[in-house]
């Protein structure tokens, strides 16, 4: 049989609701090579021209429902000349086309690259944006999304259009992108481990946190320096309007990101709400940190 890539298409740029369809290359070369007359203002186009992307989507368009990403898809905005941009892919089978706002002094073309096997959701971020700097180009960060929609080939504005279709080997962007994933899996484990090995030291060192901690914040509450110090010892500083400590060393995820205000004695928090969530009263912080010593 042959081999196919799974695609999603939309209606229009605010439709959510992705139309799955799996093509063969020739399929994909005959749906990325006809011309679509797209004319009227720009709203006029956003809710005409048809969408695509090279995602296969669980649900709704998000990042998040991306089981997997099918093609390789190359914006060039900057005007680099069309056979310059598809000259880099001499060799693997691509289809380039120019867009609609394409002229003859401004190139501006989309290559797109069939792969020989998808690439994972949640490892196309990476795999792209790596690929993007070994090849030195210049990308739009928005084009890593892996969800992320293109118009398909449209007449209106600019011209004349130009589009062609090679074949040759399929990019395999698979070993790079399970690398990649690989290693940032490592250093989150390496992180979580040295947050552990901190967060182990501090209950070691504590021993009655509650009846310490309200001593030191009633010391605290009547001096200045106190509290100044008590930030510093802390591995953090004072906000320069005297109101916060900040930047303090947080217990759980071993960052520089707890914060308190100065005057209250409670809660001192990590800044990353989301990834470590780190809460509590500013009196057992600061035993835990030793910054009531
Ligand atoms: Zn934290």
Same mark, same amino acid.
């Given at each position: 049989?042959?081999?196919t890539w799974a695609t999603s298409w939309f209606k229009h740029t605010r439709s959510r609701e992705p139309i799955h369809r799996d093509l063969t290359w020739d399929s994909l070369v005959f749906a990325l090579t006809q011309y679509r007359d797209v004319s009227g203002t720009?709203?006029?186009?956003?809710?005409?021209?048809?969408?695509?992307?090279?995602?296969?989507?669980?649900?709704?368009?998000?990042?998040?429902?991306? !089981?997997?990403?099918?093609?390789?898809?190359?914006?060039?905005?900057?005007?680099?000349?069309?056979?310059?941009?598809? $000259?880099?892919?001499?060799?693997?089978?691509?289809?380039?086309?120019?867009?609609? $706002?394409?002229?003859?002094?401004?190139?501006?073309?989309? !290559? !797109?690259?069939?792969?020989?096997?998808? !690439?994972?959701?949640?490892?196309? $971020?990476?795999?792209?944006?790596?690929?993007?700097?070994?090849?030195?180009?210049?990308?739009?960060?928005?084009? $890593?999304?892996?969800?992320?929609?293109?118009?398909?080939?449209?007449?209106?504005?600019?011209?004349?259009h130009m589009r062609v279709a090679i074949q040759g080997a399929y990019l395999d962007l698979l070993p790079v992108a399970t690398k990649l994933h690989d290693e940032h899996q490592e250093k989150e484990r390496r992180r979580a481990e040295d947050a552990e090995r901190r967060?182990?030291?501090?209950?070691?060192?504590?021993?009655?946190?509650?009846?310490?901690?309200?001593?030191?914040?009633?010391?605290?509450?009547?001096?200045?320096?106190?509290?100044?110090?008590?930030?510093?010892?802390?591995?953090?500083?004072?906000?320069?309007?005297?109101?916060?400590?900040?930047?303090?060393?947080?217990?759980?995820?071993?960052?520089?990101?707890?914060?308190?205000?100065?005057?209250?004695?409670?809660?001192?928090?990590?800044?990353?709400?989301?990834?470590?969530?780190?809460?509590?009263?500013?009196?057992?912080?600061?035993?835990?940190?030793?910054?009531?010593?």
């Amino acid at each position: 049989m042959d081999q196919t890539w799974a695609t999603s298409w939309f209606k229009h740029t605010r439709s959510r609701e992705p139309i799955h369809r799996d093509l063969t290359w020739d399929s994909l070369v005959f749906a990325l090579t006809q011309y679509r007359d797209v004319s009227g203002t720009k709203e006029e186009r956003l809710n005409t021209a048809p969408l695509w992307s090279p995602a296969r989507l669980d649900g709704d368009r998000r990042a998040a429902h991306v !089981v997997d990403v099918s093609c390789l898809v190359l914006d060039h905005d900057s005007g680099e000349e069309v056979a310059a941009a598809a $000259s880099r892919w001499a060799g693997f089978s691509h289809i380039v086309y120019t867009t609609w $706002s394409h002229t003859a002094e401004h190139h501006k073309c989309r !290559v !797109v690259l069939p792969l020989a096997r998808p !690439v994972p959701g949640r490892m196309w $971020s990476a795999a792209y944006k790596d690929t993007m700097k070994r090849l030195g180009i210049p990308a739009d960060p928005a084009c $890593s999304d892996p969800c992320r929609m293109f118009y398909l080939p449209c007449v209106g504005v600019g011209g004349p259009h130009m589009r062609v279709a090679i074949q040759g080997a399929y990019l395999d962007l698979l070993p790079v992108a399970t690398k990649l994933h690989d290693e940032h899996q490592e250093k989150e484990r390496r992180r979580a481990e040295d947050a552990e090995r901190r967060a182990a030291a501090v209950r070691r060192t504590v021993d009655s946190p509650d009846d310490a901690a309200r001593a030191v914040i009633q010391v605290m509450q009547h001096d200045a320096t106190a509290r100044r110090n008590a930030a510093e010892q802390c591995g953090g500083n004072v906000s320069p309007d005297g109101t916060r400590a900040r930047r303090a060393l947080c217990p759980s995820c071993g960052r520089s990101s707890v914060w308190w205000y100065i005057d209250s004695d409670g809660p001192a928090m990590c800044d990353h709400g989301k990834s470590c969530g780190y809460r509590d009263a500013v009196g057992r912080y600061l035993m835990a940190l030793g910054g009531a010593a």
